[in-house]
């Protein structure tokens, strides 16, 4: 079974920069599209980006378009999400997961713990 394991977050000022890494164990990642989504405070979980097995495909939501770059290495099972220019609105819990299509339209697996990442000065 695949478990997925998000890191990275952290603490940073408006227009600041984190990159968040999403690790595999248990199997390989070659043969799945990942995505990357978010939950902020009060809100639903929302898709952010994903890319697909090959790495051809990504998508981004228009609300972080231009400032967040996906990008995987399946030779180390990792998916890397660069985020740029950082605003408060992008505060929020961040899961990596496994899904069918990209955008995703449906999630495979469990969610890991995330990873927090806080905006603000």
């Known amino acids: 079974q695949v478990q997925l394991v998000e890191s990275g977050g952290g603490l940073v000022q408006p227009g600041g920069s984190l990159r968040l890494s999403c690790a595999a164990s248990g199997s390989s990642l070659d043969y799945s599209t990942i995505g990357w989504f978010r939950q902020a405070p009060g809100k639903e979980r929302e898709g952010v980006s994903c890319i697909t097995n090959s790495g051809a495909t990504t998508y981004y939501a228009d609300s972080v378009k231009g400032r967040f770059t996906i990008s995987r290495d399946n030779a180390k099972n990792t998916v890397s999400l660069q985020m740029n220019n950082l605003k408060p609105e992008d505060t929020a819990v961040y899961y990596c997961?496994?899904?069918?299509?990209?955008?995703?339209?449906?999630?495979?697996?469990?969610w890991g713990q995330g990873t927090q990442v806080t905006v603000s000065s």
């Open positions: 997961a496994r899904g069918l299509g990209c955008p995703i339209h449906l999630r495979v697996g469990s």
